[in-house]
């Protein structure tokens, strides 16, 4: 069963729902997508992500800023224990020894002793390696380097084929998720499994969606902005939204989104959105392959 609860982060103030995941640690109710923030630039939006109050930070090999998430870490002044830092394995090295080294590499490379949460990046299935890169961090689970485990855009095949053969279901399944793309069979599995839904692209790029009648209405409704409507419905959705922002006042705008309510009419009317090619980026897991 997936179970919410509720954390106040003594820094901030401000109440943020966390969620209980399957294997029984906390995951924070949004995150930080970090992607493509790097260098000193980077390092210096996310310290303030952290001080505005982010404590899940969504990291990948691929996005060549583990470096730079680890220096942010250091500087920002918040406990460690209360940072989730997650990172992902790229398609290159699903073999099983190339895993288990890579998750040494990201934990070198950020500075860290553990990662709170590691995701295979894409299941590459022509490739066909998904399932011993998934050993691999099971095994590093059992070890204690890996907090949690889990992987993205995995289809409920994908999942069911990693269940199945090593009886480890995955604490998060991060896939696209935005209006026109809202994934509802895709969520309804994870339900089932007491999967998380982690969002990538939760805004849809922050494009044509954002002047949708539906999300402008219900916008003016509550007097917030309409990124802040569609991160909400996210939220009601019950899915862990990971918006970028640079700067501080849009970071702090995407985090105030625990202060109001969407009805049911707007939620529906926002869910109706969704396209059979709602993809903005066109990478079907069938077919994409990540190196």
């Not at 729902?17 to 924070?28: E, F, I, Q, V, Y």
């Not at 399932?131 to 999942?159: K, M």
């Not at 399944?173 to 309804?188: A, K, T």
């Not at 802040?228 to 105030?256: F, H, I, M, T, Y």
Request: overall charge negative; some cysteine; aromatic content about 6%.
């Amino acid at each position: 069963m997936v179970q919410t609860r509720v954390a106040r982060w003594a820094n901030v103030g401000r109440m943020i729902p966390s969620h209980t995941l399957n294997d029984g640690h906390a995951l924070p109710g949004i995150g930080f997508g970090t992607y493509p923030l790097g260098g000193p630039s980077g390092v210096d939006s996310l310290v303030s992500a952290l001080r505005q109050g982010y404590r899940l930070i969504d990291s990948a090999v691929n996005y060549e800023n583990e470096g730079a998430v680890g220096e942010a870490i250091r500087r920002a002044g918040v406990p460690r224990d209360e940072i989730v830092v997650t990172s992902k394995l790229p398609g290159r090295h699903h073999a099983y020894a190339e895993a288990i080294t890579c998750v040494h590499e990201s934990l070198y490379r950020m500075g860290l002793d553990h990662l709170d949460l590691y995701l295979i990046h894409w299941p590459n299935p022509r490739i066909d390696r998904f399932v011993e890169a998934w050993q691999a961090l099971v095994d590093l689970q059992r070890e204690g380097v890996l907090r949690s485990i889990g992987v993205s855009n995995f289809l409920p095949e994908h999942l069911s084929r990693i269940i199945a053969e090593s009886g480890v279901t995955p604490a998060v399944n991060q896939v696209e998720l935005h209006p026109y793309f809202p994934q509802v069979r895709q969520r309804e599995v994870h339900a089932q499994l007491g999967i998380r839904t982690e969002s990538w692209s939760p805004i849809g790029r922050a494009g044509e969606v954002m002047e949708e009648p539906a999300v402008v209405a219900a916008a003016r409704a509550h007097g917030r902005s309409p990124v802040q409507v569609v991160l909400r419905w996210q939220l009601q959705l019950d899915a862990v939204p990971l918006p970028k922002a640079a700067g501080a006042g849009r970071q702090l705008e995407n985090l105030s989104v625990f202060d109001f309510e969407l009805d049911d009419e707007q939620m529906a009317a926002i869910t109706a959105l969704g396209r059979t090619d709602g993809r903005l980026w066109g990478a079907d897991p069938l077919t994409n392959e990540e190196l």
